[in-house]
């Protein structure tokens, strides 16, 4: 087949990410290639430095974007801060905190799971128990907002009760980031990462992180250097700080125009203003959901905005409706994963992707096939 040209179709993006670019970040992500040690280049990666360490709500001088989606980030703070041997509790109530204990069983840690079913928040208690039993913990993991199924965890609570055992706290801030309060450094987290493509609603392909003072000194007492070369956080530190940049790898120079135009736009707004979109949209979405006759999956004091789990009605074709949308009306949303798979749907509202008119066009649609 020869090759020609890709015309994307023009969606609207209403899933579990990535989310609707804006035309300014596209705009950005087009603008002519520079060297990535140019001096103008590094006043970019200072600048999306900066705008990390305001989005993350921290000081944390250790805040960069991994050059890898989501899941990069997730497994650059996974190798770094663990080593074979070390203790790490998962909390896991969805995909995401599964796969976290996969990386760190990989890593050679010793894993132990503080399981939640699925669609609830994590337990802090059963956290707490953990920790009793497992005294010499070096990390707890959580997912802020579990995307797979909705839920946003009471990350406050859980950063408290790790920093009562001693242990390090670990916050998969993907979806989160962006979308709902995410203080990192008043809640006494002391790593996270996330991802451009949910709330920041840039392509996806680059994964901030984040590392505090507790964290770094974890890292800078390690017995063997960290098992993933392109991942070593203390390689990267000299490439993205530092007087003078040494080559670690080339930077994806056109993907941190986008970050940083994301970045911008983000901060224009003001992250509480952008909290409250999210917040706002989200009750008007349930609304128009139970409107319809359809019912949330996760109980009302324990949902995320920014990802709407609803579950199917007994009847319907979760996947013929999905394929409606997207062909009457170019509108993607998303699938249950795991158990969830067949019973929910996950409608976003991430980034740009919330707004009224996103969910006026969502209810509308989905009115229309479920009366089909
Ligand atoms: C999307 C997501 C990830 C993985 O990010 P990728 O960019 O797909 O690698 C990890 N955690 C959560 C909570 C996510 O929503």
Redesign the pocket.
């Known amino acids: 087949m020869p090759m020609t040209p890709f015309a994307p179709p023009t969606r609207v993006l209403m899933g579990?990410?990535p989310s609707d670019v804006h035309e300014r970040v596209r705009l950005a992500l087009a603008r002519d290639t520079i060297g990535h040690l140019d001096p103008e280049f590094i006043t970019l990666m200072d600048q999306i430095m900066g705008g990390l360490r305001e989005v993350f709500c921290t000081d944390y001088q250790l805040t960069m974007p991994i050059s890898a989606?989501?899941?990069?980030g997730?497994e650059a703070a996974i190798v770094n801060l663990l080593e074979p041997g070390d203790t790490f509790i998962a909390c896991v109530n969805g995909v995401?905190g599964g796969?976290m204990a996969v990386m760190a069983e990989r890593a050679g840690a010793k894993v132990v799971k503080v399981e939640q079913q699925w669609g609830r928040a994590i337990d802090v208690e059963a956290l707490r128990d953990a920790l009793k039993q497992n005294p010499t913990t070096k990390l707890v993991g959580f997912?802020h907002?579990?995307?797979s199924t909705g839920v946003l965890s009471d990350a406050q609570a859980i950063a408290a009760v790790a920093q009562e055992f001693g242990a390090l706290t670990l916050a998969?801030t993907?979806?989160s980031l962006g979308g709902v309060p995410v203080k990192i450094q008043e809640w006494g987290i002391d790593a996270a990462y996330s991802?451009t493509?949910?709330c920041l609603s840039c392509p996806?392909g680059l994964?901030p992180v984040t590392f505090g003072p507790r964290a770094r000194e974890a890292m800078d007492a390690r017995k063997i250097p960290v098992q993933s070369w392109f991942l070593d956080l203390s390689l990267l530190t000299g490439y993205w700080s530092g007087a003078k940049r040494a080559y670690h790898h080339t930077a994806p120079v056109n993907a941190l125009y986008g970050l940083h135009e994301s970045l911008v736009m983000l901060l224009e707004e003001g992250l509480e203003a952008a909290w409250k979109r999210h917040s706002d949209t989200h009750l008007k979405l349930v609304e128009g959901l139970e409107s319809l006759g359809l019912h949330m999956a996760v109980p009302a004091g324990e949902r995320t905005p920014q990802l709407n789990a609803v579950m199917v009605p007994d009847g319907v074709d979760e996947a013929g409706v999905r394929a409606q949308l997207l062909q009457r009306h170019n509108l993607e949303i998303g699938a249950g994963l795991g158990p969830m798979a067949g019973k929910i749907w996950r409608i976003g509202l991430m980034g740009q992707s919330c707004t009224q008119r996103h969910v006026d066009l969502c209810i509308g649609a989905l009115g229309e096939a479920l009366n089909a």
């Open positions: 579990p990410g989606p989501g899941s990069a997730q995401f796969r997912v907002a579990e995307t998969d993907v979806t991802g493509q949910k996806p994964s």
